[in-house]
């Protein structure tokens, strides 16, 4: 029995159907892949990428945020120093930063900074009375170390500015000048530059200075 031949509209709806067929299939064949997810290797590459990523990215964090522990407490400090200052000169009278445990007194004790007052000395008894405080501040967080060089100890952790705006290293204006250091540092060898020391001139003005010192907070030195 012979075939019959297909008509031209059945060749071409034939024709027409071939690429939806096909479409259909590359459609199933890519929402088969979707619902396969990821292989086992796969993920344990992704995991693994992961790791690396965070063990170099963990390490530069820590030092950026030390670092910027670091400036932020030597800033206030100095802020501190100015304030005094500037205090001093516009009150014509003596102006004391000194190391406070509690903010209401000054602390004489040898040892690192738990906070500090800036008071206007005006009965001249060296400590922070009733209407005297102009300033009070804290040191966090409880990592970073702070301490004033031996000078700074021997006035009882003061740093007193006379009238004339100059950092004195006892009391009278005839006192010699004051020069010395307030260390901010954290234990850690994380930033290269573990320290920052405020270097306290004979003219009473304050230059922060970055220092090394292998990941140890050591008292320091006058000069």
Known sequence: MRRRKASSAERTCAATARPVRAHQDRRRTVQRKKIQGFTFVELIVVVAVA??????????????????????????????????????IRLNRRVILCSSSDGATCSSDAGRWNGWIVFADNNRNDSPDSGEVLRVGTISPT???????????????????????????????????LQAKLSVCIATTSVTQNTREIRIG?????????????GTCPVPSNA
Do not use: H, K, W, Y
């Open 51 to 88: 790791a690396i990523l965070m063990g170099t990215a963990v390490p530069s964090f820590t030092s950026l945020m030390n670092s910027n522990r670091l400036a932020t407490q030597a800033n206030d400090l100095l802020g501190a120093i100015m304030i005094a200052r500037s205090e001093a």
């Open 143 to 177: 990592e970073v170390v702070v301490q004033g060089s031996q000078r700074i100890v021997d006035q009882g952790n003061r740093i007193r500015m006379g009238a004339d705006g100059l950092g004195r290293a006892a009391t009278g204006s005839s006192a010699v000048l």
């Open 202 to 214: 004979a003219g009473g003005q304050g230059l922060i200075v970055p220092v090394n010192n292998d």
